[in-house]
């Protein structure tokens, strides 16, 4: 029963700094907004904004994929185009391509961005699907995805696991696009166990896995060596 948007104390009641950065809060588990609520100064109106990063992870900025390492009060430069928006490392980040109407509109391809997370890291997340028009989900009407991140020495995994449940208007195949911001282009990838090609992505940095339409009963599993 948590809410969507929550401050920042009720992720981490036990850090004194989740109560001082009253003006902070999560959306969801991964994404960190610190607002600005003052005018910038100078030709690209800038704003200095004082931030606290929690700890145990490192954050990304979606605007610029600048890396702030966790458990620290930093101060962030915002232009006016960007805003102190950050996501947690480590962790699958589902998304989707635009839509005009992006609850309703069918979830025909999957978009799961991983920005790089510590060695060591293991992190699942699951994806809630429902119609997004009727209350059919209090019925048991919804469909849950497990999504996981893995980073070794030996480099990055990311799994979409089968998908479970079901709900009316549910694309029964889907595309999947990987999104890994700070992996190098060029790095060795399988998908299911083959070779396949990635894509240079200069917008996030990394690089991008696309994978065909599939069954979303079936599971996906994407490997990244590690640079050499």
């Known amino acids: 029963m948590l809410p969507l948007l929550r ?12 109560y001082r ?3 902070q809060f999560l959306f969801g588990d991964l994404v960190l907004g610190a607002p600005v609520t003052r005018p910038g100064e100078g030709e690209d109106k800038v704003v200095r904004q004082q931030v606290w990063f929690p700890g145990g992870a490192d954050w990304y900025s979606l605007f610029t994929g600048r890396k702030y390492e966790g458990g620290q009060q930093l101060a962030v430069d915002c ?9 947690k490392g480590g962790w699958p980040l589902p998304m989707q391509p635009y839509r005009e109407r992006m609850a309703s509109a069918p979830l025909d391809t999957l978009v799961v961005r991983c920005y790089p997370g510590r060695v060591g890291s293991d992190n699942t997340y699951t994806l809630y699907e429902d119609d997004g028009l009727t209350t059919a989900y209090e019925r048991g009407a919804f469909a849950e995805t497990p999504l996981r ?20 208007g549910q694309p029964q195949r889907r595309a999947y696009r990987i ?16 070779r396949a090609k990635a894509e240079a992505a200069a917008e996030t940095g990394g690089i991008t896995v696309s994978v065909k339409r599939t069954d979303i009963r079936r599971g996906v599993e994407v490997e990244v060596a590690a640079a050499e």
């Open 179 to 194: 999104e890994l911001p700070g992996v190098p282009a060029g790095a060795a990838v399988r998908v299911n166990g083959r």
């Open 79 to 87: 232009p006016l185009e960007e805003s102190p928006v950050f996501v």
């Open 21 to 23: 950065h009253d003006g």
């Open 7 to 18: 401050g920042l104390y009720i992720a981490y009641p036990g850090a004194e700094e989740a």
């Open 149 to 168: 991140y893995r980073r070794t020495d030996s480099g990055v995994t990311v799994s979409i696991g089968p998908t479970r449940g079901a709900y009316d």
